[in-house]
């Protein structure tokens, strides 16, 4: 029977190391990554609410750039909870994206029975993907906190299209500072509770 000599074994032992460390999730790469894809998340959401208020034609395009950001959203945490809750997280944000046009579209037309569905619609998808952010990760990502932090996110949206639309851009300004900071720490909020939870995926640094 054939046996690895101690020299073959121990180059394998490094080599072996060697790759585990390469596999491994950068934690700071990680946290920057989800800051991006959070921040892409906000700033085309408003590229698309300014495109929609000033009836300009790239509207459908941002539409599209936007529900594509959902999908990097998925795919970023497809290596840690498998692709079926990806794929699941994804629809629910892209159903968080769609309700929101909704809102923005039946809020220009001044249709205020389609605004109070669609805003019923919108808020009850924030609880669904905090539900489901607490399920996948339940010591790290409290359902309380997840449900405060989507409806911040609803809410501080809800208020940049509406001076948008009304035509009180100084204000929206603000609004939009306000949202990127709060995005900010929640993107900051999921990636810490992913390092947290799979702490052997990410590198000792």
């Known amino acids: 029977m054939y046996r690895p000599s101690k020299l073959i074994l121990a180059v394998l032992a490094v080599w072996l190391a060697g790759?585990?460390?390469?596999?491994?999730?950068?934690?700071?790469?990680?946290?920057?990554?989800?800051?991006?894809?959070?921040?892409?998340?906000?700033?085309?959401?408003?590229?698309?609410?300014?495109?929609?208020?000033?009836?300009?034609?790239?509207?459908?395009?941002?539409?599209?750039?936007?529900?594509?950001?959902?999908?990097?959203?998925?795919?970023?945490?497809?290596d840690f909870y498998g692709r079926p809750a990806a794929d699941q997280l994804t629809a629910l944000l892209k159903d968080h994206i769609l309700i929101a046009a909704d809102l923005v579209g039946a809020a220009k037309?001044?249709?205020?029975t389609k605004v109070a569905d669609a805003k019923k619609r919108w808020y009850a998808n924030a609880d669904?993907?905090?539900?489901?952010?607490?399920?996948?990760?339940?010591?790290?990502?409290?359902?309380?906190?997840l449900q405060s932090a989507m409806k911040t996110h609803l809410d501080q949206t809800l208020d940049e299209a509406t001076h948008r639309l009304g035509g009180k851009f100084d204000q929206d300004i603000k609004d939009y500072d306000a949202i990127v900071d709060h995005i900010l720490h929640m993107a900051d909020t999921l990636s810490s509770g992913i390092i947290a939870q799979f702490p052997a995926k990410f590198d000792k640094a």
């Open 19 to 78: 790759a585990s460390a390469a596999w491994a999730h950068s934690k700071s790469a990680f946290q920057d990554d989800m800051r991006k894809l959070w921040e892409d998340h906000v700033a085309w959401t408003r590229l698309y609410i300014i495109s929609v208020a000033g009836n300009l034609p790239d509207a459908k395009l941002n539409a599209e750039r936007l529900l594509r950001n959902q999908t990097d959203i998925g795919n970023a945490v497809a």
């Open 109 to 112: 037309a001044g249709d205020q």
């Open 128 to 145: 669904d993907i905090a539900g489901f952010l607490h399920k996948a990760n339940p010591d790290h990502w409290p359902l309380a906190a």
